[in-house]
């Protein structure tokens, strides 16, 4: 039984470390989609030159739709209460620190309130 518990565990926590990967068709709206998820990760955007790293057939116009998506994820991942997201003990990869200042600062405060309980 016990090691049963381990496998599970074990696969839980890899499945948890799983990143998105860029999508290997030429759509618009993957690309855009992709995008929209990166951003609601919480994930810092990757540059064109990161990109073509993992899709070297990348073109500008994906890339653009990649844009796209983020800008419209980082908007709502953004909306979220900073306190909140440091309380529940999420990561936060400093998405948002160029629309607000005060939000690494509000994290961190959720991040503290978090471990004194």
Aim: hydrophobic share 30%; aromatic share 16%; net charge positive.
């Amino acid at each position: 039984m016990f090691r049963k518990g381990v496998i599970v565990a074990t696969f839980v926590l890899l499945s948890g470390c799983v990143q998105l990967t860029p999508p290997t068709d030429e759509s618009a709206q993957s690309w855009q989609d992709f995008g929209y998820q990166w951003a609601m990760k919480g994930y810092i955007i990757e540059s064109q030159s990161d990109l073509v790293k993992k899709v070297p057939e990348l073109s500008t116009d994906r890339f653009a739709q990649y844009q796209s998506g983020y800008a419209t994820g980082k908007a709502e991942y953004c909306k979220q209460n900073p306190f909140d997201l440091g309380y529940a003990g999420k990561i936060y990869y400093g998405i948002c620190n160029d629309l607000d200042r005060r939000y690494n600062d509000e994290y961190w405060r959720g991040k503290k309130a978090r471990s004194r309980n």
